[in-house]
């Protein structure tokens, strides 16, 4: 098993970027396929971003253009770079790893969330 860690979600206004970190707990994340999955208030989950072992990636919609995943293996972290932060960006994201596809992930570790905050 491996237990993600998130980090870095905080209050941000409308506009501005923020880099949320995730790292597991134990054992590494390398061989998972890895995905920022957020929740907001009310709404289903939503994966916003995805990325293989070998670092293809993949985006939502609701996203493309702002957001971008990596990862590093050498520091065994995924980060969720946000860019041009919309009130509705607002919700818990989720780091979570797995295996399937880049565009059929099943997750099956999550980590606690993080709650981002954009202000209007």
């Known amino acids: 098993q491996v237990q993600p860690v998130e980090s870095g979600g905080r209050l941000v206004q409308a506009g501005g970027h923020q880099r949320l970190s995730c790292a597991p707990s134990?054992?590494?994340?390398?061989?998972?396929?890895m995905g920022w999955v957020r929740q907001a208030s009310g709404k289903e989950r939503e994966c916003v971003a995805a990325?293989?072992?070998?670092?293809?990636?993949t985006d939502s919609d609701s996203v493309k253009g702002r957001f971008t995943i990596s990862r590093d293996n050498a520091k065994n972290a995924v980060y969720l770079q946000r860019n041009s932060l919309k009130f509705e960006d607002t919700a818990v994201y989720y780091c979570?790893?797995?295996?399937?596809?880049?565009?059929?992930?099943?997750?099956?570790?999550w980590g606690q969330g993080t709650q981002v905050t954009v202000s209007s």
């Open positions: 979570a790893a797995g295996t399937g596809t880049l565009w059929s992930p099943r997750f099956d570790y």
């Open positions: 134990e054992r590494t994340f390398s061989g998972y396929i």
């Open positions: 990325i293989t072992p070998s670092g293809s990636k």
